[in-house]
Nanobody
Framework: QVQLVESGGGLVQPGNSLTLSCVVS????????MGWFRQTPGKEREFVASINHVSTDMRYADSVKGRSTISRDMDKSTVHLQMNSLEPEDTAVYYCAASGTGWAWTVPSVYDYWGRGTQVTVSS
């Protein structure tokens, strides 16, 4: 059974940085395309960033492009999302997802596995 566990969320002041991590277990991490999505109450889940299985294709939402970096650590079966210059608008629950196709998808419907999410709150 594939499990994804996110960590690294919390309360951070505007302008600061945060790195989210997602550990994947129970499957073959090197086969998965990985994505990060976020959601706020009353809104649909929103794409943030994704990376393909060999780290040659990384994609970002316009809202985070230029201040975020997605990466994967094959040895630790972990995907990271570093976010800089955080804004109150970045406040959300952040979810990690895995796609068995290996591609860096930007839509949530194609992902096969999901974590439970980690809360990020950007506030002074």
């Amino acid at each position: 059974q594939v499990q994804l566990v996110e960590s690294g969320g919390g309360l951070v002041q505007p302008g600061n940085s945060l790195t989210l991590s997602c550990v994947v277990s129970g499957g073959t991490f090197s086969n998965y395309g990985m994505g990060w999505f976020r959601q706020t109450p009353g809104k649909e889940r929103e794409f943030v960033a994704s990376i393909n299985h060999v780290s040659t294709d990384m994609r970002y939402a316009d809202s985070v492009k230029g201040r975020s970096t997605i990466s994967r650590d094959m040895d630790k079966s972990t995907v990271h999302l570093q976010m800089n210059s955080l804004e109150p608008e970045d406040t959300a629950v952040y979810y990690c997802a895995a796609s068995g196709t290996g591609w860096a998808w930007t839509v949530p419907s194609v992902y096969d596995y999901w974590g439970r999410g980690t809360q990020v709150t950007v506030s002074s």
